[in-house]
């Protein structure tokens, strides 16, 4: 799916032009446009950093900044200055906007600024350098100011040169594939290992922004080997102005095709990005960092002159530790300047991070030569740098241990031209094996599989445990150096790889401005011990589970950033092995809580937690390739394995707020992809397995649940429409359609579903009540959106309906029969549902609901005040690893609990029972 060109976003916004133009009413039957809030929300917003207080070493920081509706009208231009007054020059565009047309949200590119800065209406200061971009060539050519680097539009060099001045100082950037047709010999006897390398081939080149302080270009094409060609790529280029450095965003999809059972097939045995780089000094002259843990660094020389039988002096042993530019060799020692070419030069080296807890390092001279240890350590920090006192190249791979296996390679530093690789997945590794963790076990019908869902909680059905499709994106960031960096910049360098600065608006602005579910999150309040109890239990669950991640090693390439769903109390561990227990993939909504958890909070870890969750969430739950793009897979022990695919995973809410806070491109791309994924009703029922009625699904009478289908669905044509996107005028059309239609059926939300017209984008009207209501529907970001839909459109029908939902879930049996004339059956989670009570108690002054959202709360399933709210030490021989557990924490109930204590201390925490 193409991304949305930034420019395609100003021109829809500067061809829409008027505000009633913009207005998300407009040929709505039964629906006009909210009222615009009155002016005054445009005063000054103060940003800070998340962490240490400014870029460092970075080349630059974006962020998202909300504003309540009619505070900026299109086109307002921003300034921002430091904390002396001092203008820095900025680069803004629009990312959302309100009914009214005035900005939702605007993005805020900054290439330099410290401490807290201040973002204010006005005219933007220009930097002294500017970001340029030439693309009328035969390449694409982007300066800093400082750098400048030719991305190519053909071939399989994705950047054909990177220079500082007039000096090169990294070349022939290009993608590389090791392909291993066969797995490795499973019956311990040794086998040949055969492998085939594929080059990054270029196939669009795209410029995003062309400045004048952030550009961005995107490169998209497939690893290829002559007519045949694997998996897709797409890679993002930053550039800041005044910049010595550049960041790459690296998205691979998979489109491989391991057949359980069998051992040839896909098979992925390395994965990375390489760089050439010249080498200009002589061998005394040139450097070689790698990090090690921490800040650490391996500080060598290729030809080092440091621990010699004979000494060429302290003022030269340290200046080449420093990586300076060694005196003339003839004012050395001569014993050691007459010997120098029997001091051997080493030119590999070789980084390997083959599990999240121990990683070595290697050196030869050369190819052909025997390998020496050189040192290691558990955790890498994926740094390098490779060059000499007349330039080199720094690199970096960010959560290099987390998602292991990784490595960095530096080869042939002893030649005229040493190359660079940072391995995404590492050679040295096993190769990467996505087949089907088991062979179906006669689970060949329906009914056979609800027998196996039964008891290990796994949807299985044969052929769908595949990763056709899922995808992985990752952070690099690179450095043209003009000389070797000295230790502190190279710690800079490091921790800028570890965690990039982001700039942040505060928690105030984002309550002020009324997004994401006006008035369902608030800043965190103590002032009363019943509030204060429930702040201390929402610290506890968030670091339990970020402990529970270190402690249980939930890393590695395609893992990284989930949690698990379900605790075995027995084993003393998550039910990792167990069917749908394993791998939560979002199930009700963990990402919501972790996001709304942050925008009360601000707190970096959450941010972070929440950042890995979405990187992950986002691209390998979810397919983007094949007849079920559009779609992601519910929990299981692979996060590809289970049977259901849904919309409810791929759900768009979960991305939303990751995307709005920092103007991440790729999550863009992820957003704008599921504007038409309502075509995959037409491939895949979910509901195929239980259906009693005879159904076949058709393109005028899709059945689509009110709940988790339609909120998946409804997120995604939100958010196109507020991002003014290519599609944003159908995905009004449909926003607004389904939301007539649902409030349209005899029974609104209880209804349960709908037949939905793809052509036409509306639900038929039920000719007769039904009472189909689930304990999922409105645990999947329902509440959430209709809080937005609610504030955004004045729909009073679709209002009721969705209160009525409210107002009936936790009711009594003899209430919900009352109103429907049948109760709702068997239901489960009423503590997460008490946020629904909260909100529609505000919506209605029902002081009776606000009681029961407390009650519920309170008093239902889930946690209680009486849980223990503590772990309990855990050692050999009960468990692997010492640490702590608490037996009675499942993700489900976090999550909810999560969600319902947030949402109702922000709607109702002056109303708490005493």
């Not at 055969?194 to 922004?209: C, M, N, P, S, Y």
């Not at 400045?211 to 995107?218: D, E, K, T």
Request: hydrophobic share 35%; with cysteine.
């Amino acid at each position: 799916m193409s991304p949305i060109p930034r420019r395609s976003l100003l021109k829809a916004a500067a061809v829409a032009g008027a505000a009633a133009q913009f207005s998300w009413a407009l040929g709505a039957k039964g629906a006009e446009a909210a009222p615009a809030a009155p002016a005054g929300g445009a005063d000054p917003v103060t940003l800070d950093w998340l962490e240490d207080g400014g870029l460092g070493a970075a080349p630059g920081s974006t962020v998202g900044v909300p504003w309540p509706m009619g505070a900026h009208e299109e086109g307002q231009g921003f300034a921002v200055t430091d904390a002396d007054g001092k203008d820095v020059p900025v680069q803004s565009w629009p990312l959302a906007y309100w009914p009214d047309g005035s900005l939702k949200w605007t993005a805020h590119a900054v290439a330099s600024g410290s401490g807290r800065l201040t973002l204010a209406a006005g005219p933007p200061a220009a930097p002294a350098r500017k970001v340029t971009v030439d693309h009328g060539g035969g390449t694409v050519d982007v300066s800093t100011g400082v750098i400048t680097a030719k991305i190519g539009k053909n071939g399989s060099t994705i950047i054909r040169s990177v220079t500082r001045g007039t000096t090169e100082i990294a070349r022939n950037g290009r993608l590389v594939l090791i392909r291993q047709p066969e797995a490795e010999a499973e019956d311990g006897d040794q086998g040949t290992v055969k492998t085939e390398r594929f080059d990054g081939a270029i196939d669009e080149v795209t410029v995003e922004q062309d400045g004048p302080v952030r550009a961005v270009v995107r490169v998209d094409g497939r690893h290829r080997r002559g007519s045949r060609s694997r998996l897709p790529f797409s890679v993002r280029l930053y550039f800041y102005a005044g910049a010595d450095s550049f960041r790459m965003v690296h998205t691979i999809t998979y489109d491989g095709t391991p057949e359980p059972g069998k051992t040839s097939g896909d098979f992925v045995r390395g994965l990375g990005v390489r760089f050439s780089v010249p080498m200009r000094d002589a061998a005394y002259d040139r450097h070689i960092r790698i990090g090690g843990e921490g800040t650490g660094l391996l500080r060598e020389a290729v030809q080092g002159v440091t621990g010699l039988r004979r000494d060429p002096g302290a003022a030269v042993q340290a200046a080449q530790y420093e990586g300076r530019r060694l005196p003339d060799p003839s004012t050395w020692d001569q014993r050691v300047t007459t010997r120098l070419q029997y001091i051997p030069h080493w030119g590999d080296y070789t980084l390997s991070q083959l599990s999240a807890d121990g990683f070595t390092l290697r050196k030869r001279t050369k190819q052909g030569y025997g390998w020496i240890g050189a040192g290691g350590g558990r955790r890498a920090s994926g740094f390098g740098y490779v060059g000499g006192a007349s330039g080199g190249l720094s690199f970096g791979l960010r959560d290099f241990w987390e998602k292991f296996p990784a490595q960095l390679d530096i080869r042939d530093a002893h030649t005229g031209e040493a190359t660079v690789t940072l391995w995404l997945w590492s050679p040295e590794a096993q190769p990467m094996d996505l087949r089907f963790y088991h062979d179906g076990m006669g689970q060949d019908t329906y009914a056979e599989q609800l027998e196996g869902l039964n008891i290990t909680y796994e949807d299985y059905e044969p052929g769908f445990g595949t990763p056709y499709g899922i995808a992985r994106t990752s952070e690099l960031m690179f450095w043209a150096n003009d000389s070797t960096p000295a230790a502190g910049t190279l710690a800079d360098q490091v921790r800028a790889v570890r965690t990039p600065p982001q700039l942040a608006a505060p928690p105030r602005q984002l309550v002020k401005a009324k997004v994401f579910g006006p008035g369902l999150f608030s800043e965190p309040d103590r002032s009363t011990a019943a509030k204060a109890k429930i702040e201390d239990h929402l610290d506890f669950l968030f670091t339990y589970y970020r402990d529970q991640v270190e402690q249980r090693r939930w890393y590695g390439f395609w893992d990284y950033g989930d949690v698990m769903h379900t605790y075995d109390s027995a084993r003393h561990v998550w039910r990792y092995d167990i069917g749908g227990y394993a791998w939560d993939n979002s199930e009700l909504s963990t990402d919501l809580w972790l996001w709304y958890a942050y925008l009360r909070s601000g707190r970096p870890d959450i941010f972070r937690f929440a950042e890995a969750m979405t990187r992950h969430t986002g691209e390998v739950d979810v397919y983007h390739l094949g007849k079920w793009a559009g779609l992601g897979t519910r929990h299981g022990v692979q996060h590809f394995a289970d049977s259901a695919k849904q919309q409810r995973i791929a759900n768009t809410t979960y991305r939303r707020f990751y995307y709005f806070l920092t103007a991440d491109e790729r999550v863009g791309d992820l957003m704008h992809a599921n504007v038409d994924s309502d075509e995959t009703f037409l491939v895949l029922d979910p509901l195929r397995k239980v259906r009693t009625d005879p159904y076949t699904p058709d393109r005028h009478a899709l059945s689509i649940g009110f709940g988790t289908d339609w909120s998946g669905l409804v997120s995604a044509w939100l958010t196109e429409w507020e991002r003014k996107g290519p599609k944003w005028e159908k995905a009004r059309a449909r926003v607004l359609s389904t939301m007539e239609g649902i409030a349209a059926q005899p029974n609104g939300f209880v209804q349960g579903g709908g037949l939905y017209d793809l052509d036409t984008g509306k639900f038929a009207v039920a000719g007769r009540p039904v009472v189909s209501v689930s304990h999922l529907s409105a645990v999947f970001g329902l509440n959430e959106l209709c809080a937005e839909l609610i504030h955004l459109v004045d729909m009073p029908k679709f209002k009721e309906a969705y209160l009525d939902y409210c107002r009936y879930f936790n009711a009594t049996k003899a209430e919900q029969a009352a109103r429907y004339g049948s109760d709702f059956g068997t239901l489960l989670l009423f503590q997460g549902h008490s946020r629904l009570d909260a909100y529609a108690a505000v919506q209605t002054g029902d002081a009776a609901l606000a009681r029961r959202a407390w009650t519920k709360f309170y008093h239902s399933d889930g946690y209680t005040e009486s849980s223990p709210w503590r772990t309990e030490k855990l050692t050999g021989p009960a468990a692997l690893v010492e640490g702590g557990e608490a037996s009675w924490v499942s993700t489900n109930d976090t999550a909810l609990y999560g969600l319902a204590a947030i949402e109702n201390l922000a709607l109702l925490g002056d109303r708490m029972p005493g």
